[in-house]
């Protein structure tokens, strides 16, 4: 495999990775010289760092100076996997410790940080608790220096670090490919949910905490979930062919969904307040096949629900799929970063009608798109603006 083309930084800043905090309001790019933080509203540089080395992953404590970073890229800043380049191959080593360092960008100094023995996948964080994802366990720590670790659980493979951190709840992948653990903040309870058959490729907390949703490595379904009785409220079809789910994310109120997937497509779900039995019902008169959606015999995707509004979306000039790497953390081709591939289609809500959609690598980008009526009431979403943020 010959990646250089990707991690080729002679035309200009590579982004590894790009995250929002946790209120969307701003967003932060790990870059393999550093990392900068941009405001979400209009995606204008609000702070830039040069650490002298790649920064795989920065995860922004809320709005302050506080950021989580995990060493990644070609020339790792702090102990990650050791990578170098030769004519035909990018040459992975394992290195013998793997840190998450809490920098303060204000003073440039790091605060604490933690080493690991084995690779990690992502890092969430908030004003009382840092959780750090590695492939096959999921490290739960409170906030304060130096860290307290609260809990340690189990996973299964992990490799593109889905976890959730709310106010109260942590929700991340169970044991079981497919299921999705639930941990209390406050009481430690832990509530689980068999979410799917397949190991699970996306997932997203509403701002309450009282749903879950869920999608797989198929990417058809997304299926929704109350919590804390864990039950299931309704499902949605995003199409009928095998997608790879980006990003799942609540609006602010918990009244729509937003899913992102490779076919370079938004889709926004209207959630349910009916009953479960209610909201399986589907409706005729909006339903995407019409009356077709009310015969019994017809296959099972006449009948599902579909998004009530969708768009196109940028997903860059660089391929987001390329050959499986050779890397120890399964299929994850850049050290450090979050699935081993430069962060495509993140989903951040500026308010209950305004979505943002991120991504990073050589062609990194930045669209806001706008929810509302057209002229004959129904629902749509269309693109406001663009931008290539790293220029």
């Not at 701002?207 to 198929?218: I, M, N, R, W």
């Not at 938004?266 to 479960?276: E, G, K």
Request: net charge positive; hydrophobic share 40%.
């Amino acid at each position: 495999m010959n990646t250089r083309p990707v991690l080729d930084s002679s035309s200009g800043p590579f982004a590894l990775s790009a995250a929002f905090n946790a209120d969307s309001s701003f967003f932060s790019v790990a870059l393999e010289s550093g990392f900068r933080v941009f405001t979400s509203r209009n995606a204008e540089q609000f702070t830039a760092r040069e650490v002298g080395g790649g920064i795989g992953c920065a995860e922004m404590l809320g709005k302050t100076n506080y950021i989580a970073l995990v060493g990644g890229g070609r020339q790792p800043k702090f102990p990650q996997n050791k990578v170098w380049h030769e004519d035909s191959d990018w040459v992975f080593v394992d290195a013998d410790r793997y840190e998450v360092q809490i920098w303060n960008a204000k003073t440039d100094l790091v605060s604490t940080s933690l080493e690991f023995k084995t690779p990690i996948q992502r890092v969430r964080i908030s004003q009382s608790h840092l959780i750090v994802v590695l492939l096959n366990s999921v490290g739960i720590y409170k906030m304060k220096i130096p860290v307290e670790k609260v809990a340690d659980h189990e996973t299964a493979n992990n490799p593109f670090g889905l976890c959730c951190l709310g106010k109260d709840i942590v929700a991340f992948p169970g044991r079981t490919p497919g299921q999705v653990r639930l941990y209390n903040l406050n009481d430690k309870n832990v509530s689980i949910i068999s979410a799917h058959n397949s190991p699970l490729r996306a997932l997203a907390l509403s701002a309450k905490g009282d749903l879950v949703a869920t999608a797989s490595e198929q990417g058809t379904l997304i299926r929704l979930w109350s919590f804390p009785s864990c039950t299931k409220i309704t499902e949605f079809r995003r199409g009928v062919d095998p997608a790879t789910i980006f990003s799942l994310a609540f609006s602010p109120s918990g009244s729509m969904l937003a899913v992102t997937s490779d076919k370079s497509t938004l889709h926004i779900f209207d959630l349910p307040h009916q009953s479960v039995a209610q909201a399986s019902e589907p409706d005729p008169k909006t339903h995407k096949w019409g009356i077709l959606s009310k015969v019994p015999l017809l296959p099972r995707q006449f009948s599902d629900q579909y998004s009530s509004a969708t768009a196109k979306l940028e997903l860059g000039d660089e391929p987001v799929n390329g050959p499986a790497s050779r890397s120890p953390t399964f299929n994850a081709g850049i050290p450090g970063v979050p699935g081993g591939r430069p962060t495509k289609g993140l989903i951040g809500w500026l308010d209950e009608n305004t979505v943002l959609v991120i991504g990073a690598g050589q062609d990194a980008r930045w669209e806001k798109f706008i929810i509302g009526p057209d002229s004959a009431g129904r629902r749509v979403i269309y693109r406001e603006g663009w931008k290539k943020y790293l220029e």
